[in-house]
RNA sequence: GGGGGCGUAGUUGAGUUGGUUACAAUGCCGGCCUGUCACGCCGGAGGUCGCGGGUUCAAGUCCCGUCGCUCCCGCCA
């Protein structure tokens, strides 16, 4: 039988009474985490989002409640009044806040029942499947660890609120159902009832609007707000994600990295983590150099080595031949590595030849008997040239990629990163910041036969790149960043166009027809020529930052409700089929089956 | 779109070369227990081996297909 809440009322919360307490009648409400039925006594542990503590009911306190306490099972509701207690030293359990105490329970109200839950409500339950930790993500969310990320995850955005409201900033809304725009990520449409035929799309951020509010003379903008890209799905990527937006006005980049690194700064101190400032910048084309990465990682080294000139005119044809044909000879060195199995070695190498398309990944090693194994043999004395080029010593292993330069960096940043991991190179108690600035505007797609904006069409180009728009393209710089983070991005964000003159110069070296631009930034056009004021800003990926921050691996360990791999809800079903009076409502006709090219 | 891993009691896993009734832990149910705290002890229930097809005298095990979860490549201005 169920008891009413009626009018009782919460005292103390599970996690808050100590020895101080002692003698105190207090009311707790909570769940019941354990259950230790010895008998006579019956120990209940009641847990909250704050904490956990032990009641016990006693039949010599009150055998009314005590009998009523046998029916209690994992997960049932209860509110319990008693008497808070030391414990006797012998039975202190120092592995809780409340261990010193406990509760002698005289009355027990059962607020609700619950069903064995399909898995235990604790945090050491690493094994559980994703699936059903997502079919009952309600359950999942109960477990200690999880509300522990969301708790920092609140805390992050109230120190960010703090700090931007100190700059100045206002926290402004802008619209879901928005515009489809050409260019980067797939849209989520939503087909307008009223106009059949037409779609909104929601948006992949609020670009636009924000630009917008400068035009309008609001100064300094942010919003906590969420963004929507149809593509697919990585562990540090969910359909729909949360970004702190930020625009301000008449600022440089320097103004921006001070706003954002004194508000990360901030934010870190929540983990107790001192961020040094400045943080380090790094251009993209050197970040692409050493760490074969433009998100590096610099909690470890391993260095990506050039070895072009040192393996010019050597007699080794598959080194020499690359560099003939204007490639690389690029490489790593592990050290310590010359412990890999050849079987180690082979799986890396069918790894990258499969995913980055590298011909090949060499190797040798400097064992106790000099330079040996892998290539060495047609290296010759170059060996350990190689190897104390690249300040390697003895035990050390040398991988080499010879290819064109974006492919061999790409495969070493790649490689770099999975012996980082495997060797336990990382050191997961740091936190690494870095800018990568100096990114080019623009990267020819060859598909399309034309250039595409690396960043997004409303990127401002350096000012004395400005005149190579029309005659250089590819050659221009942007005023374009990113935020990185242990190896995420974490931020991206750019001085924006504020000029009219400029923006048409952009679409025309983007291959983006006067007709075109109109149609779909007419808008955008138009307000620039109304006065816009030099401008720019930044995107915070707050998930990411959280995941980070908290240590976890994975995105869905920071969202409430993520979605699956493919995209799909599996608590709720979405996405799921709407009925025929829908379809034929919005004026749609569901082509099932169809594939698009 | 492509590649890798996983899918066996409620849950997490084991299951040999294809061979009798599919195993363990935990959870669950019942009983016992006055200091437990991942309580303990005794007993019990619990299975469409993801799904479909094939090979075979015989399939959890081999083959083909398919679905789901996950990691990566492509994609993600």
Redesign the pocket.
């Known amino acids: 039988m169920l008891d009413h809440l009626g009018d009782l009322k919460r005292t103390h919360n599970c996690g808050e009474l100590r020895p101080d307490d002692a003698g105190k009648e207090v009311l707790l409400m909570g769940w019941v985490h354990?259950?230790?039925?010895?008998?006579?006594?019956i120990?209940i542990?009641v847990r909250d989002r704050w904490g956990m503590t032990?009641v016990?009911f006693?039949?010599?306190v009150n055998e009314q409640a005590h009998a009523k306490a046998k029916s209690l099972?994992?997960e049932f509701v209860v509110a319990v009044s008693g008497t808070v207690?030391n414990?006797?030293e012998?039975?202190?359990?120092e592995?809780?806040a409340t261990?010193a105490i406990?509760v002698?329970v005289n009355q027990l109200h059962i607020l609700n029942q619950a069903n064995?839950?399909?898995?235990?409500i604790?945090d050491?339950?690493e094994?559980?499947?994703?699936?059903?930790r997502?079919k009952y993500r309600y359950l999942d969310l109960r477990r200690p660890v999880l509300q522990r990320n969301f708790i920092l995850r609140h805390k992050i955005a109230m120190k960010v609120r703090e700090i931007l409201d100190q700059n100045h900033f206002l926290e402004l809304e802008t619209p879901i159902l928005t515009k489809s725009?050409p260019?980067?990520?797939?849209d989520y449409l939503v087909p307008s009832r009223v106009h059949k035929g037409k779609f909104y799309a929601l948006p992949?951020?609020p670009?636009i609007f924000k630009q917008l509010f400068m035009v309008s003379g609001l100064e300094r903008y942010y919003q906590i707000t969420r963004c929507f890209?149809d593509?697919?799905?990585?562990?540090?990527?969910q359909p729909e994600f949360t970004q702190i937006d930020m625009e301000m006005s008449f600022v440089q980049m320097e103004d921006v990295f001070e706003v954002v690194e004194h508000m990360m700064a901030e934010v870190m101190t929540l983990i107790d983590v001192d961020a040094t400032r400045p943080f380090p910048r790094i251009a993209y084309t050197e970040a692409m150099d050493r760490y074969g990465s433009d998100k590096p990682d610099r909690r470890f080294g391993l260095e990506l080595q050039d070895f072009s000139t040192l393996v010019a005119s050597c007699d080794f044809k598959v080194f020499a031949d690359c560099i003939t044909n204007n490639g690389r000879v690029k490489g790593i060195c592990v050290p310590g590595g010359s412990d890999l199995s050849r079987k180690d070695i082979d799986q890396l190498e069918s790894?990258l030849k499969?995913?980055?398309?590298i011909k090949g990944l060499a190797w040798m090693k400097w064992t106790d008997e000099g330079v040996a194994g892998g290539i060495s043999k047609f290296l010759g004395d170059l060996g350990p040239d190689l190897f104390r080029a690249a300040n390697g010593s003895q035990g050390d292993l040398l991988f080499f990629v010879a290819d064109s330069r974006e492919k061999a960096n790409?495969a070493l940043g790649?490689l770099r990163l999975q012996v980082g991991k495997n060797r336990n190179l990382i050191d997961e108690s740091r936190f690494e910041f870095l800018w990568v600035i100096d990114f080019p505007l623009l990267e020819f797609d060859h598909e399309q036969g034309r250039y595409?904006?690396?960043?997004?069409?409303?990127?401002s180009p350096l000012d004395e790149d400005l005149p190579k728009l029309s005659t250089d393209p590819g050659q221009v710089n942007a005023k374009a960043y990113d935020l990185v983070l242990n190896g995420f991005e974490v931020g991206?964000g750019s001085i924006r166009i504020h000029r009219r003159d400029v923006q048409d110069a952009m679409f025309k070296a983007l291959g983006i027809g006067d007709e075109e631009a109109n149609l779909k930034f007419g808008f955008l056009l138009d307000a620039l020529s109304f006065g816009a004021p030099p401008h720019g800003g930044i995107?915070l990926g707050l998930d990411r930052l959280v995941m980070i921050m908290a240590g976890e691996?994975?995105l869905?360990d920071v969202i409430a409700f993520?979605?699956?791999?493919?995209a799909?809800c599996?608590m709720t079903d979405s996405p799921s089929e709407v009925s025929v009076n829908q379809h034929v409502e919005l004026g749609i006709h569901v082509m099932r089956g169809a594939?698009s090219d």
Do not use: C, M
């Open positions: 354990r259950r230790r039925d010895q008998g006579y006594l120990f542990d032990q016990v006693n039949p010599d099972r994992t207690h414990r006797h012998k039975t202190i359990n592995k809780h261990g406990e002698h064995t839950p399909p898995f235990v604790e050491r339950v094994g559980v499947g994703e699936e059903l997502l725009t260019e980067g990520a797939r992949q951020s670009q890209r593509e697919d799905l990585r562990a540090d990527r790894w499969k995913d980055y398309g790409q790649a595409i904006a690396l960043h997004h069409p409303f990127t991206g995107a691996k994975s869905r993520p979605k699956t791999t493919s799909t599996l594939k």
